[in-house]
C-alpha cells in the first residue's frame, strides 16, 4: 500500500479539529501506519520547507510551525497520496472547496490546518524525517475486505 505524510499544523492543534481530521481519514479507509505528536524545530523545518527557505514570508512559516506542538501521521492505502490531496483541498482556506479539510475549517494560506504530501518521492522522504522505521506499522486492518476490491489491494 501507498504511503503519506500528513502533518496537522498548530492552526489544527489550537483550534481542536484534530480528532474531526483524523476521523474523515478513518471514514474514508485510510489506515494509520503511524501517529506521533511532537514540536518542530527550525533545523527539521528548514529541511522539509528547503524549496521556500529564500521565501520572504519563511520566517513566518518557522513562527508558525513552531507556535505549539503538531501531530505527524502517516497514512496508508491505495492511491492514497491522491486521495488525501483531493481530501485537503486547495493551500489556501478561502479557495478550498466546501467539504474539503481546509475549505471547512481554514481561511488562510498560512494557518491553512494541514500538511499533506504531493508527491510519492516526497511522501518517502517526509515520512523518513518524521518517523523512525520502528514507529511505521504494516497491519492490514480487518476491515479491508469492505474498503477495497481483492483486485484492488494486490495492485
Known amino acids: 500500500m501507498q504511503k503519506t505524510l500528513v502533518i496537522f499544523k498548530p492552526s489544527a492543534m ?35 520547507y528547503s524549496h521556500l527557505v529564500e521565501k520572504p514570508f519563511f520566517p513566518i512559516l518557522l513562527k508558525t510551525m513552531m507556535a505549539s506542538p503538531v501531530i505527524v501521521a502517516c497514512l496508508a492505502g491505495v492511491d492514497v497520496i491522491n486521495v488525501v490531496r483531493m481530501m485537503t483541498g486547495a493551500t489556501n482556506g478561502r479557495d478550498a472547496q ?5 475549505g471547512d475549517f481554514a481561511m488562510s494560506n498560512q494557518e491553512n490546518i494541514i500538511h499533506a504530501s504531493s508527491s510519492a518521492e516526497d511522501a518517502d522522504a517526509e515520512i523518513r524525517r518524521f518517523f523512525k522505521p ?13 474498503i477495497y476490491s481483492t483486485l484492488e489491494i494486490d495492485e
Open 14 to 48: 489550537e483550534r481542536g479539529c484534530v480528532g474531526q481530521i483524523l476521523t474523515r481519514f478513518q471514514q474514508k479507509g485510510l489506515i494509520i501506519s503511524g501517529l506521533k505528536m511532537m514540536r518542530l524545530d527550525e533545523a527539521i523545518l528548514r529541511e522539509h
Open 98 to 102: 466546501p467539504g474539503t479539510i481546509r
Open 134 to 146: 520502528e514507529e511505521i506499522f504494516e497491519w492490514p486492518p480487518a476491515y479491508m475486505d469492505f
